[in-house]
C-alpha cells in the first residue's frame, strides 16, 4: 500500500500552517452552527409556555400539551437519526428539521382552539425534538481523533451554553419592548433558518472519513432499521451508557420543576433564585469549555461518568435535607458535573464504540432512551412527591444517583474489553 506524503520541498511548517486553518474553519463552523441554534432554543423555551396561554390555552391545558409534545419527541429523535444514518444525509436531515421548526413555531401564532394548538405542539416537537442529538453527532464525528483533530468538542457546546443563556436574555428583552409573547416565535424562526443555513457550510467529516467496514449501504427495509437498532443494543458499552447516563440525567426532573417553587417556599428571594440558577449555568459553561478534557484525560469517560453520579448524590441530598441560601450556592455549581461533565462523558463513549456509520442513530437513540424516556417518568412523578412530600422529593434523585455508580464501573470494564481507552474528543 503507498503512502501519500508531502513533496520533501515543503516548507515543514506548511503542514501545520494547514491543519491550523483548517481547525479554525472547523471551529467557527461549528461555533455559528451551535451558536445560532442555541441561541434560537433561549429565546423560545422560556416564552413557549406564556405563548400557549396567550393563544387560549388554561394552565391544565398548557400541561397536557407540553406532555404531548415529550411524547412526539420521543417518536421523532430516533426516526431522524435512522433515516439520517441509512441515507448518509444528517446534515440534510438537520437543514429540514430546523426549516420545519422555523415555520412550525409560526404556526402557533395561528393556531385557534385546543385541537390546534395539539396538532401544531406535536408537529412543532417532532421537528425540535432531534434538532440536539443530530448537530452533536455532526460535532463529535468531526472532534473524534483518528478522523480529524479539528477541536474539542466542550468548545461548541460551552458555546452553544452562553448561547442559549443569551437567547434568555434577547427573549426577555423582545417581550418587554412588544408587550406580547409571540415576539419570541418570530425571532427563533430566524435565528433557526439561519442555522439550517450554516449545516451546509459545516466541512465534511462523515462518510469520506469513514474506514470501509463503517460504509454501510443504503437500506430502507424494515429489517434493515430492527439491524441498525440492534447492532447498537448489542454494543454492551452503549448499553450502560444508556442506563448510566439515564440514571443521572433523569434526576434533574424534580430539580427542574420544583427546584425555584421549593426555595420560593422557604422566603428566598426572586433576584437570589436567579443568581442560583445563573451559577448552575455558568457551571456548565466552565466544564465544557475549561475543564471537561481535563476530566476526561484524568479519569476516563466511565470514570467521569461516576464522578457525576456521586456529584448528584451529595447535590440531591443536600438539596433534600436544607435551603439554606450559602448551601444552596456551594451545591449549584455540581451542575456542571451532574449535567455537563457527564453529557461529554457520554458523547465520549458514543465516539469511541459506535462505527460511523451509526453515528446519527446511536446520538438520537442516546437523547431518546438514555434521557428522554427515563426524564419523562420521572417528570410525570415529580408533580406527586413535591405536592406530598416537598423537598424530600429530592432523596429519590439521589437514590437514582447512586444506582448509576454501580453501572458507571460496569461501563468501565466494558470499555476496557472493548479497546475504547482514549478518552478525548
Not at 436574555?169 to 450554516?198: D, K, R, Y
Not at 442513530?361 to 415529580?382: C, I, R
Not at 406527586?384 to 412530600?389: P, Q
Amino acid at each position: 500500500m503507498q503512502t501519500k506524503t508531502a513533496p520533501s520541498s515543503a516548507p515543514a511548517s506548511a503542514g501545520s500552517l494547514y491543519y491550523i486553518e483548517q481547525m479554525t474553519r472547523h471551529l467557527a463552523a461549528y461555533l455559528l452552527l451551535y451558536g445560532a441554534l442555541y441561541c434560537g432554543w433561549g429565546v423560545l423555551s422560556p416564552f413557549l409556555p406564556a405563548v400557549l396561554a396567550w393563544q387560549g390555552a388554561s394552565p391544565g391545558e398548557i400541561g397536557l400539551l407540553l406532555a404531548a409534545g415529550m411524547v412526539a419527541r420521543l417518536a421523532s429523535i430516533p426516526a431522524a437519526g435512522l433515516v439520517a444514518d441509512r441515507h448518509n444525509a444528517t446534515r440534510q436531515v438537520l437543514a429540514g428539521l430546523l426549516a420545519a421548526a422555523a415555520m412550525l413555531g409560526i404556526g402557533f401564532v395561528f393556531a385557534q382552539g385546543a385541537g390546534a394548538l395539539l396538532l401544531v405542539t406535536i408537529l412543532h416537537a417532532m421537528a425540535t425534538g432531534p434538532l440536539g442529538p443530530l448537530p452533536d453527532a455532526l460535532a463529535v464525528s468531526a472532534a473524534r481523533e483518528g478522523v480529524r483533530r479539528s477541536f474539542d468538542y466542550g468548545w461548541v457546546r460551552g458555546a452553544g451554553a452562553l448561547s442559549f443563556v443569551a437567547g434568555n436574555v434577547l427573549a426577555g428583552l423582545a417581550v418587554t419592548e412588544a408587550g406580547f409573547p409571540h415576539i419570541v416565535l418570530w425571532i427563533n424562526a430566524g435565528l433557526f433558518a439561519v442555522t439550517a443555513g450554516v449545516v451546509f457550510l459545516l466541512p465534511h467529516t462523515d462518510g469520506g472519513d469513514r474506514s470501509p467496514q463503517d460504509r454501510a449501504p443504503a437500506t430502507a427495509s424494515g429489517t434493515a432499521i430492527v439491524a441498525r437498532l440492534g447492532a447498537l443494543l448489542g454494543l454492551p458499552s452503549f448499553r450502560w451508557l444508556l442506563i448510566a447516563a439515564g440514571l443521572i440525567s433523569c434526576s434533574h426532573a424534580f430539580y427542574a420543576g420544583f427546584a425555584t417553587l421549593r426555595w420560593q417556599a422557604a422566603g428566598i428571594a426572586p433576584g437570589t433564585i436567579g443568581f442560583l440558577w445563573a451559577i448552575a449555568v455558568g457551571s456548565e459553561v466552565l466544564v465544557f469549555l475549561v475543564i471537561g478534557r481535563r476530566l476526561l484525560t484524568l479519569l476516563g469517560p466511565a470514570g467521569v461518568t461516576a464522578l457525576a453520579a456521586g456529584a448528584g448524590v451529595l447535590r440531591w441530598t443536600i438539596m433534600a435535607v436544607t435551603t439554606w441560601q450559602p448551601a444552596m450556592m456551594l451545591v449549584q455549581p455540581l451542575h456542571g458535573l451532574t449535567f455537563a461533565a457527564q453529557h461529554l462523558a457520554a458523547m465520549a463513549i458514543i465516539a469511541r464504540v459506535v462505527p460511523s456509520h451509526l453515528a446519527a442513530t446511536a446520538q438520537t437513540l442516546y437523547a431518546a432512551l438514555g434521557v428522554g424516556v427515563l426524564s419523562a417518568a420521572v417528570t410525570l412523578a415529580s408533580g406527586a412527591l413535591y405536592e406530598r412530600y416537598g423537598g424530600q422529593g429530592f432523596w429519590p434523585m439521589a437514590v437514582l444517583c447512586a444506582a448509576a455508580v454501580p453501572a458507571a464501573f460496569v461501563l468501565r470494564t466494558g470499555l476496557r474489553r472493548h479497546g475504547a481507552t482514549n478518552p478525548s474528543l
